[in-house]
């Protein structure tokens, strides 16, 4: 897996920008949840990147932006979080994501160019409901052996944390990954791959 995915070319685009304020809520049971932001009715209506500055996510928390009308999550892994998701295997319905959409560089375990940074459209592939991330590792009323990913309340659909389904639930695929690069170590613009990739 690449580690650097700086993207030096392809800038013509119209791109949108915000960036991470306010990083309240650290510590909470739930995901701390940063900010949602919508870039300019311009932007959306051209399809345009959407650039985001990851500069204030710490790890465990988790960002939303919009783009294309989607809801997309930038989800800063922990080390045990990352560390568990190989140990999920046998609990998914389709580990090496081979039937689910992302770029190519995302099919593998942390299906992400940085294994640090979950980039992931956050709508359920069963009936589009956005799922609740629950990073906590731990017993849940819905999943006894719980290691951190994505709940959907609608109809409990289960994901881990690179957004791989579960078995025996009502959403058919792994959550998508949408097309996505690195301007910088810190810049992240949803919408464009790295040169040269599918
Ligand atoms: S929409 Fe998520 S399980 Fe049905």
Not at 16 to 21: D, F, G, I, P, R
Not at 145 to 153: I, Q, V
Not at 157 to 181: C, E, H, Q, W
């Amino acid at each position: 897996m690449p580690t650097d995915g700086v993207n030096k070319g392809r800038r013509r685009f119209l791109v949108a920008t915000t960036s991470v304020v306010g990083a309240a809520g650290v510590g909470f049971a739930a995901v701390p949840f940063i900010q949602s932001w919508n870039p300019s009715a311009k932007a959306q209506a051209v399809g345009a990147p959407v650039q985001v500055s990851l500069g204030k996510l710490e790890p465990g928390q988790l960002l939303k932006v919009q783009w294309r009308g989607q809801t997309i999550g930038i989800l800063r892994r922990t080390d045990e979080t990352i560390g568990y998701l190989h140990s999920n295997d046998e609990l998914l319905r389709d580990p090496e994501s081979l039937e689910s959409e992302q770029p190519s560089f995302a099919r593998n375990e942390g299906r992400a160019y940085k294994e640090e940074f979950l980039v992931v459209n956050m709508h359920c592939t069963h009936l589009g409901c956005v799922p609740q991330v629950i990073p906590q590792v731990g017993p849940q009323p819905f999943e006894e052996s719980w290691k951190g990913g994505f709940f959907c309340p609608c109809h409990k659909s289960k994901f881990d944390m690179s957004g791989r389904v579960y078995k025996g639930v009502p959403a058919p695929t792994n959550l998508k990954i949408p097309p996505y690069s690195f301007i910088d170590e810190r810049t992240l613009l949803i919408g464009v791959n790295p040169e040269g990739v599918a």
